[in-house]
């Protein structure tokens, strides 16, 4: 009913820029909420940013003052603008959301930090 697509992942050196973007194809009217999430080797998947959609932003103490999450006025494409990249960020982000039938989770696009 939803299908999430993320783009934008790659390599960067710490102190760099990247922005992600997750395009939501389907039945968007459907989505509320966005989310970004990552998964770093090893680690637990974890919650970067959300944006609902009213425009609200949250995010993780981890990445808050460096990356912002927006969507397009369409609601259909979602942005993660990631600054002041750090090694730590690496990981692979997935695009997510809720709807009735349940969450949806695109593919991922994989950002790695060199020191």
């Known amino acids: 009913q939803v299908q999430l697509v993320e783009s934008g992942g790659g390599l960067v050196q710490a102190g760099g820029s990247l922005t992600l973007s997750c395009v939501a194809s389907?039945?968007?009217?459907?989505?509320?909420?966005m989310n970004w999430y990552r998964q770093a080797p090893g680690k637990q998947r974890e919650l970067v940013a959300s944006i609902t959609s009213g425009g609200d932003t949250t995010y993780a103490d981890s990445v808050k003052g460096r990356f912002t999450i927006s969507r397009d006025s369409a609601k259909i494409t979602t942005y993660l603008q990631m600054d002041s990249l750090r090694p730590e960020d690496t990981a692979d982000y997935y695009c997510h959301t809720r709807i009735t039938a349940g969450s949806v989770w695109g593919l991922g696009t994989t950002v790695t930090v060199s020191s």
């Open positions: 389907g039945l968007i009217s459907r989505i509320n909420v």
